[in-house]
T-cell receptor, first 118, second 114 residues
Framework: AQTVTQSQPEMSVQEAETVTLSCTYDTSESDYYLFWYKQPPSRQMILVIRQEAYKQQNATENRFSVNFQKAAKSFSLKISDSQLGDAAMYFCAYRSRGAQGGSEKLVFGKGTKLTVNP | GAVVSQHPSWVICKSGTSVKIECRSLDFQATTMFWYRQFPKQSLMLMATSNEGSKATYEQGVEKDKFLINHASLTLSTLTVTSAHPEDSSFYIC??????????FGPGTRLTVL
């Protein structure tokens, strides 16, 4: 079974600075998806970024980018120019590509609580 | 796009009663919906996966007779907590996906059982 590990229970960053959240995963599959979700105090899960394993190029979304190292099974999230609104729990998640399309379930890490200091 | 709603956002009920939570995909057809439970300061725990028109697939340890899931259409799934007890108090979150790979989440429902 696949597992996702987020080794940093909590992280803090100064506003406007850059922070990197770590995520490693274990799988024997070669084709899969990886995601970062953000859960602010409202508890609404928000998709931050997604990465397809067969794509070597790291995904980026505005201030958010990932460092995807497939051989090392590492998928870290970099947040540049941190803003107060970035404060949230961040969850890393793995999903098999599988044969069932959207029916494949997500495997979540335990999350990293990010605090942004003004 | 890809908006998922949940209703109600917060419900309080008496022990022994049943509560229904609705999950709707507003702007896409969801072939699959997922139901999660989240305890404070913890990650999401998958309870069940439901495909439209089929019986839900429950995760190990989840009582299917207590947590009834119906996915009658491509835009609506419901979770009914039957004979709720205080230990069922939690935050319940649904998500929906189409044939693509991404799950989109609802805003969650806080259930308090007195």
């Amino acid at each position: 079974a696949q597992t996702v590990t987020q080794s940093q229970p909590e992280m803090s960053v100064q506003e406007a600075e850059t922070v990197t959240l770590s995520c490693t995963y274990d799988t024997s599959e070669s084709d899969y998806y990886l995601f970062w979700y953000k859960q602010p105090p409202s508890r609404q899960m928000i998709l931050v970024i997604r990465q397809e394993a067969y794509k070597q190029q790291n995904a980026t979304e505005n201030r958010f980018s990932v460092n995807f190292q497939k051989a090392a099974k590492s998928f870290s999230l970099k947040i540049s120019d941190s803003q107060l609104g970035d404060a949230a729990m961040y969850f890393c998640a793995y999903r098999s590509r599988g044969a069932q399309g959207g029916s494949e379930k997500l495997v979540f890490g335990k999350g990293t609580k990010l605090t942004v200091n003004p | 796009g890809a908006v998922v709603s949940q209703h109600p956002s917060w419900v309080i009920c008496k022990s022994g009663t049943s509560v229904k939570i609705e999950c709707r995909s507003l702007d896409f057809q969801a072939t699959t919906m997922f139901w999660y439970r989240q305890f404070p300061k913890q990650s999401l725990m998958l309870m069940a996966t439901s495909n439209e028109g089929s019986k839900a697939t429950y995760e190990q340890g989840v009582e299917k007779d207590k947590f009834l899931i119906n996915h009658a259409s491509l835009t609506l799934s419901t979770l009914t907590v039957t004979s709720a007890h205080p230990e069922d108090s939690s935050f319940y979150i649904c998500s929906a996906s189409a044939v693509t790979d991404t799950q989109y989440f609802g805003p969650g429902t806080r259930l308090t059982v007195l």
